[in-house]
């Protein structure tokens, strides 16, 4: 047992877990993160569509409107601080017929509501001249220039390695197996051993009911909703420039196509409720359903040119909004789906409200907000590559060829705060292995480099945790 007494024990190290860790340590609080995998970013912030959603879609009135909306105008700070890719390429949602025009205007008038600046509601020529390879059965558009692209990836790490540099604690392999409550403290029992906290956020995604029901029985469930993607070569990256939407049914925002802040083109997700909360394999009838599905908005992908597939499980919650609440010390932040990326900004800095109001922390003044990323030796001009690989010489030898990835960018990427351990936690952090071949090139020596680094066999590397 750790005899240390945390204010805040996090459970999760999603999104908006590492948002929470990182938004806290602006105060002078003690701060540990409980995470079951062996890395951040191992659960429904790993796969999902990379949008920063404009506002749009949820309703007046609820926590998805305001934090949306609020995460939205707070993501060029964010990504200037972090020193993560943001850009904000817009969005369209079309419909095909008159009949369905009702729902446009639908979307239109909550956005209004929700302070959503700059929309316009587009004819069928205006909408295909922005966008020339939509479907010629597109009708109209509502548009909205706020939307955005990210990459959840570098989003959820930077968020980790900027609250690990101001001091909070982050344990691996530490699965929740119990909590108890002992006077004015938290028992978080894990796989890992005993934490006691001042406070508990429960931001453990799809098993955040199970995990409410440790301290009480829940009035709230969370359905996994399984959605399946198609990820396409970059040289299909520019077949849009805006996100793609459909006119949403009870089940989302439907199939989109979008590009990637990294230049490629992503296609889904479907929609389907599951009882596996670890099922997140691809089926043939569910990428079938992407490819007919998204060509009713977008003309001749061209799925000649996918590179991978996945899936990711969306956290739905029973009442149709986000639950985030202080029950007593112990803070839900649960049913986080979409547009929960786009949100988890503002949901980090309205959890820390929560904390402060219980605990009345003081500001911590040596807090630092910004954190520099690993170079991406691709990204530089001639010279400033070869100033890099004069001082870092390891930053001219080509590993990952697809992507353009150095040993050097492999090397910091173990070395980190917070560093990687795995395959994939390599390509989580610089994309070595996400190009065309998808890992079969340079899978050999980034194993050899992560053995190096970390000290273990070769044969003890992993792909994941």
Same mark, same amino acid.
């Given at each position: 047992m750790d005899s240390r007494i945390y204010d805040a024990a996090v459970i999760g190290a999603g999104v908006i877990g590492c948002a929470a860790? *990182?938004? +806290?340590? *602006? @105060?002078?609080?003690?701060?540990?993160?409980?995470?079951?995998?062996?890395?951040?970013?191992?659960?429904?912030? #790993?796969?999902?569509?990379?949008?920063?959603?404009?506002?749009?879609? /949820?309703?007046?009135?609820?926590?998805?409107? *305001?934090?949306?909306?609020?995460? =939205? #105008?707070?993501? %060029?700070?964010?990504? #200037?601080?972090? %020193?993560?890719?943001? #850009?904000?390429?817009?969005?369209?949602?079309?419909?095909?017929?008159?009949?369905?025009?009702?729902?446009? $205007?639908?979307?239109?008038?909550?956005?209004?509501?929700?302070?959503?600046?700059?929309?316009? +509601?587009?004819?069928?020529? $205006? /909408?295909?001249?922005?966008?020339?390879?939509?479907?010629?059965?597109?009708?109209?558009?509502? @548009?909205?220039?706020?939307?955005?692209?990210?990459?959840?990836?570098?989003?959820?790490?930077? @968020?980790?390695? =900027? /609250?690990? &540099?101001?001091? /909070?604690? !982050?344990? !691996?392999?530490?699965?929740?197996?119990?909590?108890?409550? *002992?006077?004015?403290? !938290?028992?978080?029992?894990?796989?890992?051993?005993?934490? +006691?906290?001042? &406070?508990?956020? =429960?931001?453990?995604?799809?098993?955040? %009911?199970?995990?409410?029901?440790?301290? %009480?029985?829940?009035? !709230?469930?969370? $359905?996994?909703?399984?959605?399946?993607?198609? +990820?396409?070569?970059?040289?299909?990256?520019?077949?849009?420039?805006?996100?793609?939407?459909?006119v949403p049914t009870e089940m989302g925002k439907g199939v989109l196509v979008s590009p990637t802040v990294h230049g490629n083109l992503i296609v889904g997700p479907t929609a389907a409720d599951i009882d596996d909360k670890e099922d997140i394999s691809t089926t043939r009838e569910g990428l079938d359903t992407v490819k007919t599905v998204s060509a009713l908005s977008v003309s001749g992908v061209p799925y000649n040119k996918v590179i991978t597939s996945f899936s990711g499980l969306r956290a739905t919650g029973s009442t149709g909004d986000f639950i985030i609440r202080d029950c007593g010390g112990f803070i839900d932040a649960a049913g986080i789906e979409s547009p929960g990326l786009s949100s988890a900004p503002a949901i980090a800095k309205y959890i820390t409200h929560l904390v402060c109001m219980r605990l009345s922390p003081k500001e911590n003044k040596s807090f630092e907000p910004t954190r520099r990323g690993i170079p991406k030796l691709s990204q530089l001009g001639f010279e400033e590559r070869a100033k890099l690989i004069e001082q870092r010489p390891d930053y001219g030898q080509i590993v990952c060829r697809c992507e353009q990835i150095s040993e050097g960018e492999i090397i910091d990427s173990i070395r980190r705060p917070l560093g990687a351990k795995t395959l994939d936690g390599v390509k989580r952090r610089v994309r070595a292995g996400m190009g065309r071949c998808q890992a079969g090139f340079c899978s050999p020596r980034v194993i050899e480099l992560l053995s190096k680094e970390l000290g273990i066999p070769l044969w003890e590397v992993k792909k994941n945790g």
């Open positions: 860790a *990182r938004e +806290l340590k *602006r @105060y002078e609080l003690d701060v540990v993160v409980l995470e079951r995998e062996s890395d951040v970013c191992e659960g429904t912030s #790993k796969a999902n569509s990379a949008i920063i959603h404009a506002g749009f879609d /949820a309703v007046p009135g609820t926590m998805k409107a *305001r934090f949306n909306v609020e995460g =939205n #105008k707070m993501m %060029d700070e964010v990504s #200037k601080e972090l %020193d993560i890719p943001f #850009k904000r390429n817009g969005a369209m949602v079309v419909c095909w017929q008159e009949s369905e025009m009702p729902k446009l $205007q639908t979307l239109f008038e909550r956005g209004i509501a929700n302070g959503v600046e700059g929309m316009k +509601l587009l004819t069928s020529d $205006q /909408a295909h001249k922005l966008e020339p390879a939509l479907s010629k059965d597109v009708y109209a558009a509502l @548009y909205a220039p706020t939307s955005g692209i990210v990459c959840p990836f570098e989003m959820t790490i930077a @968020y980790a390695e =900027n /609250a690990c &540099t101001n001091g /909070a604690e !982050f344990k !691996f392999g530490a699965e929740v197996k119990a909590i108890e409550k *002992r006077g004015e403290l !938290f028992a978080v029992r894990t796989s890992d051993g005993e934490f +006691l906290a001042k &406070t508990v956020i =429960n931001a453990a995604g799809v098993y955040s %009911d199970d995990v409410h029901a440790m301290i %009480d029985k829940p009035d !709230f469930s969370v $359905q996994a909703r399984k959605g399946e993607y198609m +990820l396409l070569d970059k040289s299909a990256g520019e077949m849009v420039k805006n996100t793609i939407f459909q």
